[in-house]
């Protein structure tokens, strides 16, 4: 039968795009396209060369498990190769890897040992009368890469087996990793130091593994998890497999604490849809579920095909990363003013879940992918993770691709757009007009510390926002007793109530009104330092950059903040309407009891006070012109401890910061009297 020359081309081009693939995978640890991507071309060409065998040849990628070694790492060769495993992608595909088991064995049921599939690196790990002599990747399933010196560094692989009756031989097999929380400090402590972040926890366990420096594969903090043997000399074995991975926990080896023995496919399944159910909350990524043959016997009974055991298969579970393209990038606003960039996808189903939208972060994220509208990008998604472009196949990338452009004016508002110096994130300047902000800005607006407007709380504010009441702080003077009564939860006497607060709050301060307003990075402690300095609330607007930065605790990002803010003729406008409102403050009062005796001096406060409360306390500091922080640092003059101070004061001893008690505090504040 003769072959379309269109199916024999598709076969070299699948071919030839499965060896780049697999070079960019297992060589550099750098691949393009993701794992559901290469399944679905390596299938492809499984099914092609199934329908016409005669176009099988020793070096199609069906009939190897990985790739060739690097050269830098010395070679090492599988005695028992290191075979991959088939997939089952659905329910269906499982229900037919078991009939074919139970047909094969002329049994009604099996067992099958179940365990997490890790998304890591296959090794093999060679013990020696219990001593760790050599480990090796897996490579091209003959054929591996001796990283010994490196496998060493993991804290979890044991030098020498525990127990006294040790094999003479023994090789051991599993799967390096990286877990989630250490990926994830891996990631800010390599871009902190200017390196580039890797895209996913397998990736990060690769390039870990693979360093020609171990002492660099030291630093990362990678796990490994054995999931079963291969050479074993003359060791009897026991019957079952779950046998031999229990005997290797007792050896001292990290297995997987999730294992466990099912009988038949509903069960199977039942497991499957268990750990698929805990998937996100597991310390560590897995892809999917292994079901093996229990049997010893029953498993050499079934044998193999070319690259994978017949008793055992992969259940994968829904791809977190998929491949699809970028239609055009928006911008939208956070409700603390944050401009985020998001990316508008041609819809593709990731982990289950359709997704067309993904968050790019910020503009430093969009140039470090260098993605484009019309881009091909691999998209990921875990659990309730919003999802996120992770790279750009550049490959795939169409001519003439345009860079993104940044936005200069809020896409809200319409106020101007700002970056301090040295930080990613853009913000929009509209704070107390855009109506992206508008929530928050209010909230912060009847805080304890700013306007303190007693019963005004969140829920109440979401409630005038909904109903178009409120547009600003200065509509909140506005409402009516009748307005208020209409509302969920709001009776006549609470609406009464909530009026005579907005009426008390009238009376203020004007360190209480700058921090209100919201301005960025403006907290109690540069409000007071701006009043202390430039006294009048005409003076604090018009005030520019460079008299700002003369004033103590205010920087140039501050500064910055400051000014951007109060050059938006609309907060202009609502600071105007709220003096017209009938707010007010002693035009004196800003330096009034107010002194620099301890002008320079940094406190913090721990533990619970008798006397007063913390707030208090605070207060009475900033008042002498002191700064108030949370946290212990070698910058912390003073720790002042109550009663049950907690690790404070064992920080600050360890930092040589002078402690002070509640009486001895007291003493401190009479004599600055």
């Given at each position: 039968m003769t072959i379309p020359k269109k199916t024999i081309n598709r076969i070299h081009s699948l071919r030839k795009q499965l060896h780049y693939h697999n070079l960019r995978y297992y060589t550099h640890d750098d691949p393009e396209i993701t794992d559901s991507e290469y399944d679905r071309l390596l299938r492809e060409l499984q099914e092609l060369?199934?329908?016409?065998?005669?176009?099988?040849?020793?070096?199609?990628p069906t009939q190897r498990v990985g790739a060739s070694p690097l050269k830098a790492f010395g070679e090492v060769r599988h005695t028992i190769p290191m075979l991959s495993l088939a997939n089952a992608m659905n329910a269906e595909e499982l229900i037919g890897f078991d009939k074919r088991i139970r047909e094969k064995l002329a049994v009604e049921h099996v067992t099958y040992a179940a365990e997490p599939k890790m998304d890591g690196l296959a090794v093999s790990l060679l013990y020696e009368k219990g001593i760790l002599v050599r480990a090796a990747t897996r490579g091209d399933g003959v054929t591996g890469e001796d990283i010994t010196q490196n496998i060493r560094t993991i804290k979890t692989v044991p030098l020498q087996l525990a127990g006294s009756k040790?094999?003479?031989?023994?090789?051991?097999?599993?799967?390096?990793?990286?877990?989630?929380?250490?990926f994830e400090q891996l990631n800010k402590r390599t871009i902190k130091e200017g390196g580039k972040a890797f895209a996913n926890p397998r990736n990060a366990a690769a390039g870990s593994l693979r360093q020609l420096d171990s002492a660099v594969t030291a630093r990362r903090p990678l796990d490994m998890i054995c999931y079963?043997?291969?050479?074993?000399?003359?060791?009897?074995?026991?019957?079952?497999?779950?046998?031999?991975?229990?005997?290797?926990?007792?050896?001292?080896?990290?297995?997987?604490?999730?294992?466990?023995?099912?009988?038949?496919?509903?069960?199977?399944?039942?497991?499957?849809?268990?750990?698929?159910?805990?998937?996100?909350?597991l310390p560590y990524e897995i892809d999917g579920i292994v079901f093996?043959?229990?049997?010893?016997?029953?498993?050499?009974?079934?044998?193999?095909?070319?690259?994978?055991?017949?008793?055992?298969?992969?259940?994968?579970?829904?791809a977190q990363e998929e491949m699809t393209i970028l239609r055009d990038v928006d911008f939208q606003v956070g409700r603390t003013g944050a401009i985020t960039p998001v990316a508008r996808l041609e819809a593709v189903s990731v982990g289950g879940v359709m997704v067309s939208n993904a968050t790019l972060h910020n503009l430093d994220e969009i140039r470090r992918l260098d993605v484009r509208p019309g881009d091909t990008v691999i998209v990921r998604r875990?659990?309730?993770?919003?999802?996120?472009?992770?790279?750009?196949?550049?490959?795939?990338?169409?001519?003439?691709?345009?860079?993104?452009?940044?936005?200069?004016?809020?896409?809200?508002?319409?106020?101007?757009?700002?970056?301090?110096?040295?930080q990613a994130v853009i913000r929009c300047t509209g704070g107390l007009f855009c109506s992206a902000q508008r929530k928050e800005s209010l909230k912060h607006y009847a805080a304890r510390k700013a306007m303190d407007i007693e019963g005004l709380g969140d829920k109440l504010i979401d409630q005038l926002i909904d109903k178009d009441l409120v547009h600003s702080p200065a509509d909140l003077y506005k409402l009516t007793v009748e307005q208020l009564a209409s509302l969920e939860r709001m009776g006549e006497k609470s609406a009464v109530n909530l009026i005579d607060a907005l009426n008390k709050s009238k009376q203020t301060s004007l360190q209480r009104f700058i921090y209100a307003l919201g301005i960025r990075e403006v907290g109690e402690a540069t409000a007071r330092a701006l009043v202390q300095s430039l006294h009048t609330l005409e003076a604090i607007m018009g005030a520019d950059?460079?008299?700002?930065?003369?004033?103590?605790?205010?920087?140039?990002?501050?500064?910055?903040n400051i000014t951007g803010f109060f050059r938006q003729k609309h907060n202009r406008d609502i600071v105007k309407e709220l003096i017209k409102s009938g707010l007010s403050w002693k035009q004196d009062d800003a330096s009034e009891s107010q002194t620099d005796a301890l002008q320079g001096q940094t406190f913090v406060i721990t533990g619970t006070l008798s006397t007063m409360s913390r707030n208090e306390a605070k207060e009475l500091l900033l008042q002498q012109g002191a700064k108030v922080t949370s946290s212990i640092s070698s910058k912390t003059n003073y720790l002042i401890a109550g009663e049950n101070p907690g690790s404070k004061i064992d920080k600050a001893t360890d930092?040589?910061?002078?402690?002070?008690d509640e009486t001895a505090f007291m003493q401190l504040l009479d004599k600055l009297k």
């Open positions: 060369e199934a329908a016409h065998p005669q176009t099988i040849t020793a070096d199609s040790l094999p003479d031989l023994l090789e051991i097999r599993g799967e390096v990793f990286m877990p989630k929380k250490g079963g043997i291969g050479e074993t000399g003359k060791l009897s074995l026991p019957q079952h497999y779950s046998d031999i991975i229990d005997w290797l926990d007792s050896l001292g080896l990290h297995v997987s604490p999730e294992r466990a023995v099912v009988e038949g496919v509903q069960q199977c399944l039942d497991y499957y849809n268990d750990l698929a159910a805990r998937r996100d909350k093996k043959v229990n049997d010893l016997e029953q498993q050499q009974q079934l044998g193999f095909v070319s690259r994978a055991p017949r008793w055992a298969i992969a259940h994968k579970f829904p875990a659990g309730d993770v919003i999802p996120q472009i992770v790279s750009t196949v550049f490959s795939r990338r169409p001519k003439g691709a345009r860079r993104v452009k940044t936005p200069t004016k809020c896409p809200v508002c319409h106020s101007e757009l700002i970056q301090a110096e040295g950059e460079e008299v700002l930065i003369s004033i103590p605790d205010v920087g140039p990002v501050v500064a910055a930092l040589g910061v002078s402690i002070l």
